[in-house]
Structures are given as C-alpha cells and as structure tokens.
C-alpha cells in the first residue's frame, strides 16, 4: 500500500515522446515509453500500478482504440488521451466510454502533471481495494502472527519454537499487541491442543473472594456449597494456564500463584490434601515485567519465577507492511458481524492506514475497522507532525477545496454550491492556500505548453 508513480506514455512522434517523458520524470514520476498502441498492449496488464497516456491520432490502433482495449481489460485503469482541437469530439466520445480524462494540445506541464496525479491516486485506491479484498479472505493464522514484517516472521517462529517445549513464558509487548492472542497459539500449536485453555485476568481478581476462584473450594460446613466448586487453576490440568497483567494482581494472589507455580499443586478451601496437577503456565504483564518488579508492583520471586523464557510481541509500529492485511481481515469480521458489505477503501482511510503510528496496536486498528464498516471512521487522518491545530484545518480545507475543483473541472459556480460558501470567499481561501482553480480545468494551458 504505497503510493504509485508510473506512467505508461503512448506516442508516436519520437522528439514529443522523448520530451514529455523527460518532463514527466522531472516531476519524479516513473516513464514508461512506448512507440505505438501495439508495443504497449503487449506490455499492460489489468494489475499495471500506474496510469496511461496516449496520443489520440496515431498510425495503426488509434488512442481511442487502445483506450477501449483497455479498458476492456480493466475498467479501473485510467487512460488519459492527448489530443488537438480537431480531435475533441473524438475524445469526449472515449471519454463517455470510460477513459479518465483529455488534454488538448498545446497543453500547460503543470496541468498534465495535476491530471496524472488524481489518476494515480485513484488507481493506487483501486489497486488497494482489490488487495484488501483478497487479503481479507480468513486463514487459519491468529491475526496477531498474520503478516510478512520481520517481526512477525520472528514472532511466529518463536510461537513455533515454545509450543513444542514445556516452559513456562513470560509474554510481554504493549497494550493491545495481542499477548494472549499469542498465548493461545502457543497453546494451539502443542500437545495440550486438546486440553483446556484457561484465561485469568489478574487485575479483575476481586481481593474477597480471589483464592476461592483460582484455588477452588470445597463443598461442605462452613463453605456454603453443595457441589464442589472447581478453581480456575485447576480447570487447566492437562491444559495452559495464562495469567493475563499478573503485575496488577493483589500481592497475595501472587504469593499463592508463586506456590502453585513452584509446587504444581493448589488446596482448595476446606481440602484437607493439596492436588498435583499437570499444567504450563504462560503470563503477561501489563507493562515491561522488569519495570513492573523495580517498581514493586510485581515480586521479585514471582517475576523469576515466570522468566524461564521471555517472549516479546512487537508494537504495530515495528511491522507497518502488516497493517493493510491486519486492517482487512478486522474489517471483514466486522462487516460479517454487523451484516454489512465490505466498504471501499477511501483516500482518508488509506493515508491513515500508512502515516498513523497506532499506539494502541492491534486493539485500536480492530477499533477503527469496526468504526468504518459502521461508517463512522474519521475522515481527517491522524495528523503525525507537530502542526499546531489551526494548521492542521488549513490544510485539510485546502485539500477539500482542491477536490472540488478537479471534480468539477474547475468550476467556480458549481464548486460554491458543492462546498456551500460564497463566491468571494471561496476566492480569499483559494488565494490563501495558493491555489490556482486554471490548474483544474479542462483546457487550461500555461508555461511549458507542449506543442501540437
């Protein structure tokens, strides 16, 4: 998911071809030539990252020709065709059949430049909706070890590596990076698959009543129950335990988790004989474990205890080329969920998508795709730099007005009506954003015209 630059040039005269590609490269775009309709039909195909731009009159398949053949083969592939006056009609005729967009000649650079960047950024939304869909096809893959990144490669690799040994783990990562997550693959891909994986959130342990419900109780005088009251821990005999923000837990739920974890046993309230049980013990903390222990909010016991091995799950930041997969697969479960279609990719969510940080990891990722299948996501990205508020709404208001303006070739009239503002001050706003509505219209032409 990034952003596209090529440019696929169909033209015939040699010195113009030569001269607008060097143009076109200047503007940092990446120029693919081509001499004729034919040569560049044997080069496209329907997944080209880029746009085209053809002459209209040529020898042999015409513009129009080749923007048909095109489109035939990928209605989303922009064509945008060069022509002269006496080639209008023509032009317009391919454009109601589906090409972008016509330049007449002679044309100024900057307004092909501004073209070719609207087309690219509508293909790049194309490209990215179409890899969405097929990314969002469900895998037997957790999505928290979904991905390419190098940190996941490693993070499942771990997985892979400690579900065949019989250790206790120490899981540590941010909030929201999915340590149980991890915690139930480790538990998927062992022996005890078949076994009972058993979640303890240690921060909900209320203080009456927490030996009770980790350790058990027995039924009987006194205890108030008829049936025997199993303790979670041992409900995972045979089976995992997770101990989920152990350091939050109250310092005597960590003195008894410590016995259990050095004994293997637990006694339920009212037994008279300890049970052994065969269990492996997998825990996470809240925070950095280490820092939890310095700061006395963890047993220094217990943390050695659990520090047989440490295994570290990787914030969103430290895997971006994640994010797009992750995102597709939350949003595929979200719209499922909620019985809706699978929204398109929009240019705000894209650029969301790949500029914020995410620093409440998979959790808030999950969070946003829940919100845009509701239709309620942002459209303001977050901003990542430290422009000061006012900033951030000039740009994002010269933004809307450069949509509207290229949606409406320019059009004063009907860009004030679309954006509901008066004429004079839409043109204060345009002059205080340096924005030239000629740039957006249909045969704008400028300094370094390209002759006809």
Same mark, same amino acid.
């Given at each position: ?36 309709? +034919? ?43 060069? *022509? ?8 317009? +005729? ?79 990562? +941010? ?37 009770? @419900? ?32 152990? =350091? ?16 293997? +046993? ?52 430290? @895997? ?19 019985? @809706? ?42 901003? *990542? ?39 004079? *001050?839409?043109? =204060? ?17 400028? =300094? ?5």
């Amino acid at each position: 998911m990034t952003g596209l630059r090529r440019v696929a040039l169909v033209e015939d005269d040699e010195a113009f071809r030569a001269a607008l590609a060097e143009r076109l490269t200047l503007a940092e775009l990446d120029v693919l030539t081509f001499a004729s309709a +034919e040569a560049a039909l044997k080069v496209l195909r329907p997944d080209f990252d880029g746009v085209v731009v053809s002459d209209l009159r040529m020898p042999g398949m015409d513009g129009r020709q080749l923007a048909d053949r095109l489109i035939a083969m990928d209605p989303d592939l922009p064509v945008v065709l060069m *022509t002269g006056h006496g080639g209008v009609t023509e032009a317009v +005729e391919a454009m109601k059949r589906g090409a972008y967009d016509f330049l007449t000649k002679p044309f100024g650079s900057e307004r092909l430049i501004e073209t070719l960047g609207r087309a690219l950024e509508k293909r790049a939304l194309v490209l990215d909706n179409r890899r969405l869909a097929a990314l969002s096809v469900e895998t037997e893959e957790p999505i928290p070890l979904s991905g390419e990144a190098a940190a996941t490669l490693a993070l499942r690799a771990a997985v892979k590596e400690l579900a065949a040994a019989e250790v206790d783990v120490l899981i540590e990562g +941010e909030t929201g990076s999915g340590k149980e997550a991890v915690a139930r693959a480790i538990h998927a891909a062992g022996r005890r698959r078949l076994r009972s994986f058993v979640a303890v959130s240690c921060a909900a342990l209320p203080d009456d009543d927490a030996e009770a @419900r980790l350790m058990g109780q027995e039924a009987g005088v006194g205890s108030g129950l008829v049936r025997r009251r199993e303790g979670r821990i041992e409900q995972s005999h045979k089976g995992t335990l997770f101990l989920d923000e152990i =350091d939050l837990a109250p310092r005597a739920v960590q003195l008894m988790l410590l016995r259990v974890l050095e004994e293997r +046993e637990v006694l339920p309230l009212g037994a008279a004989e300890p049970r052994t049980l065969d269990l492996r013990v997998l825990a996470a903390a809240k925070g950095d474990p280490a820092e939890a222990m310095a700061g006395g909010a963890l047993r220094e016991d217990l943390f050695w205890r659990l520090n047989v091995v440490r295994l570290r799950v990787p914030p969103l930041r430290e @895997r971006r080329g994640d994010v797009p997969l992750l995102y597709a697969r939350f949003l595929a479960r979200a719209c499922a969920r909620m019985g @809706r279609p699978l929204p398109a990719m929009t240019d705000a969510v894209r650029r969301r998508l790949l500029d914020h940080d995410w620093p409440g990891n998979l959790r808030e990722l999950s969070n946003y795709a829940n919100e845009t299948a509701l239709g309620l996501a942002a459209i303001e990205p977050a901003p *990542t730099d430290d422009l000061s508020l006012a900033d951030r709404l000039g740009r994002y208001e010269a933004d809307l007005i450069r949509r509207a303006l290229s949606d409406h070739g320019g059009d004063i009239r009907r860009v004030t009506e679309a954006l509901r503002i008066p004429r004079k *001050t839409l043109y =204060d706003k345009m002059a205080r954003h340096g924005i030239q509505p000629a740039h957006h219209r249909r045969k704008a032409t400028g =300094d370094g015209e390209f002759p006809q």
